[in-house]
């Protein structure tokens, strides 16, 4: 369970000029979600996505990760929660360059210390899972799209995360294989019983998920569930 | 992990040959030439050990010095006159009168004043460079007059007969040793010449002597331009007969050959306190001992200080090829800004993205260490080749040297790596 507080975050340019992204955000995530943030851009929802992801740390307010406050979080310590609690799945991929599909997926493990033996094993579990199992050896640039981000999906379930964060997983992608990877975040969610943040501009997207937050100039005005799931094409 | 991170390091030197190559080019110049300037430095030093010290360990040098020089430069001065062969001492214009040298009754007393400490005494006066000649045979000589401990004293191998002893040094006898060289060119039919006569030709002199020993000629050092028939070896007789028509009887220098049980260090500084009691009256010039591991340890030092110097000079290439890998590294750090972002969301700390970027800069040094030692010991090889000197190659200093350059990658990566840890992983991630 994931949970905002009273979240606001201000960026400063400048003595007299101050931005504020983000305005009193509260939200409650319960564990096995699938929810949606959608906005359009500069709506703040990149904002959220990097304190969801402890990447970044709001000005005021709280954000606690399954019971656990982040706000006097180390540096070092916001990592160990990047690395074991969050998977990330992003728009591009970012995929490791020069480093195979299963070394890719074997990343957040070697940054916890795991052995490599169980790594291996763990990985090829993985991408077993997304499908992937036959091209394990292959170098990113050797992938299609659609398969680079399944194996970044793959890389991001490593550590048995409590979320799955996924910013525009589809931005990159066309429409079919876009419906492919939207069908694996589900089957994650159902199958896996994993919590899923999707960020999307999409609304279309959004639809499929269990439950559509509206963002608009920082501040959340809508929150609403979707009781018809299913694909509009 | 370092593992990981090492073959992580190979990666992507391998991604970047050519890049990688020409970062390396700056450590792999300073690193050869170092090495080749340590593998000849060495060889030389080597070569000068083993000629001097087949001069013998045991003995002790007592030359005539101007008052008022440090033992520095009469250290120098004795390595150089060593190393020439020559008789000269004088150094600052000054000679010595006949009165201040060395004389019989000094080096006689020596022997009878330390009894049971040394085995004999050595003299030596050159009487200059002659021929011998038979018929259309001949030989190049240079005249060596000596005493029966010279032969000790220079460790001289005789092949049959004998040495020079000291009834015909007080009998001013014309008996000769020659080396097997002399025998090679004068007797060509192999017969016995111990006993034969042979003519001596001086520039102003034609004398006659009768060889009475044969020595084994050994090249010392470069064999110089002169044809193997042409060498000219050293022609010993009695010094009472080469000074016989020199009105000088005394010596500028001799050598005392300690006795084998006998400390050479306390040996040497008997006798310098018995010629300073000698000359303490002598206003202008005083005796001073010395022995060959004094001289030695000068002569080491020297050229360890040479080759330091220009290790110290080749050792700015490496400067420049160390900052060639952090100009290339903070190059890489910025390509891979993106790359960095994503390790970071995926929970890598600043120290994991940090010892990543150090090793991969301590590698790219080391690999280029390493074909800069390959190439070094090559050169050395060749030019210890060419000099006909002594290859030594401390594994060591070839250890020490691998390490120095993997130093090298971890000083001048040890910025762009900091660079790399402390990134903003939002920023990192959103770069394009």
């Known amino acids: ?233 | 992990m370092i593992v990981e991170n090492i073959a992580l390091a190979f990666s992507s030197i391998r991604a970047n040959k050519m890049r990688s190559l020409l970062t390396m080019l700056g450590i792999i110049i300073g690193i050869m030439s170092v090495i080749a300037i340590v593998i000849v430095g060495d060889a030389m030093t080597a070569s000068v050990t083993e000629n001097m010290s087949s001069l013998g360990a045991g003995n002790i040098t007592v030359s005539i010095q101007e008052k008022g020089l440090d033992s520095a430069e009469i250290n120098v001065i004795a390595g150089e006159r060593i190393s020439l062969s020559g008789g000269r001492t004088a150094r600052t214009g000054n000679s010595p009168e006949s009165s201040d040298l060395i004389t019989d009754e000094m080096i006689n007393s020596v022997a009878e004043s330390f009894p049971g400490e040394v085995l004999g005494v050595s003299v030596s006066y050159s009487g200059g460079s002659a021929q011998v000649k038979s018929k259309d045979l001949y030989a190049n000589i240079s005249i060596s007059g000596t005493n029966s401990g010279y032969a000790t004293a220079n460790n001289i191998t005789m092949i049959s007969g004998r040495y020079i002893s000291e009834r015909d040094v007080e009998a001013r006898a014309m008996t000769a040793v020659v080396s097997d060289k002399l025998v090679g060119n004068m007797f060509p039919n192999g017969d016995d010449p111990i006993g034969e006569k042979v003519k001596v030709y001086k520039s102003n002199s034609i004398e006659t002597y009768t060889i009475v020993g044969i020595y084994e000629y050994e090249q010392m050092g470069f064999g110089g331009m002169a044809a193997d028939i042409d060498i000219s070896t050293p022609f010993y007789i009695p010094v009472s007969t080469a000074k016989a028509d020199v009105l000088e009887k005394n010596y500028t220098y001799f050598t005392v050959i300690a006795a084998n049980n006998v400390d050479v260090n306390a040996m040497t500084d008997k006798l310098q306190n018995y010629f300073d009691n000698l000359y303490r009256n002598n206003k202008l010039w005083k005796a001073s001992a010395s022995n060959m591991s004094s001289m030695l340890d000068s002569i080491s030092e020297t050229l360890g200080t040479i080759s330091l110097a220009i290790a110290f000079i080749a050792s700015i290439s490496l400067l420049v090829g160390g900052i060639g890998v952090m100009n290339i590294m903070l190059v890489s750090v910025t390509e891979r800004t993106r790359e960095i972002g994503t390790r970071k969301a995926l929970g890598a700390k600043n120290f994991n993205i940090k010892i990543q970027f150090v090793i991969e800069a301590a590698i790219i040094s080391l690999v280029g260490g390493i074909i800069g030692i390959i190439l070094g010991i090559f050169i050395g090889i060749i030019i210890t080749n060419v000099i006909d000197a002594p290859l030594v190659i401390s594994s060591i200093v070839v250890l020490g040297i691998a390490m120095f350059s993997m130093a090298i990658g971890i000083f001048f990566g040890w910025y762009p790596a900091s660079k790399a840890a402390k990134m903003d992983p939002i920023e990192a991630l959103r770069y394009e």
């Open chain 1, 1 to 233: 369970m994931l949970e905002l507080k009273n979240i606001v975050k201000k960026y400063f340019i400048g003595e007299p000029n101050e931005l504020t992204v983000l305005r009193n955000i509260n939200l409650k995530v319960l564990d096995g979600e699938f929810v949606s943030i959608v906005g359009a851009s500069g709506s703040g929802k990149s904002t959220m996505m990097n304190i969801l992801g402890a990447l970044d740390r709001p000005t005021e307010g709280i954000y606690s990760l399954d019971g656990q406050s982040t706000g006097s979080m180390t540096d070092n310590q916001l990592s160990e929660i990047r690395n074991e609690r969050i998977g990330f799945v992003f728009q591009t991929f970012n995929l490791i360059p020069r480093n195979t599909a299963l070394a890719n997926v074997e990343l957040p493990m070697f940054y916890c210390g795991m052995g490599k033996k169980a790594r291996r094993e763990r990985a090829k579990e993985l991408l077993a899972l997304v499908g992937m199992e036959d091209r394990m050896d292959h170098m990113p640039n050797e992938l299609s799209g659609g398969q680079k981000q399944r194996v970044a999906i793959a890389r991001s379930l490593a550590n048995n995360p409590s979320i799955v964060l996924a910013d525009e997983p589809t931005g990159a992608l066309d429409t079919k294989t876009g419906n492919m990877v939207m069908d694996l975040f589900l089957k994650i969610n159902e199958e896996e019983k994993r919590t899923v943040i999707l960020i999307t501009h999409n609304e279309e997207l959004a639809l499929e998920t269990q439950r559509m937050i509206t963002l608009r100039d920082g501040e959340i005005i809508s929150d609403k569930r979707i009781s018809e799931r299913g694909r509009v094409s």
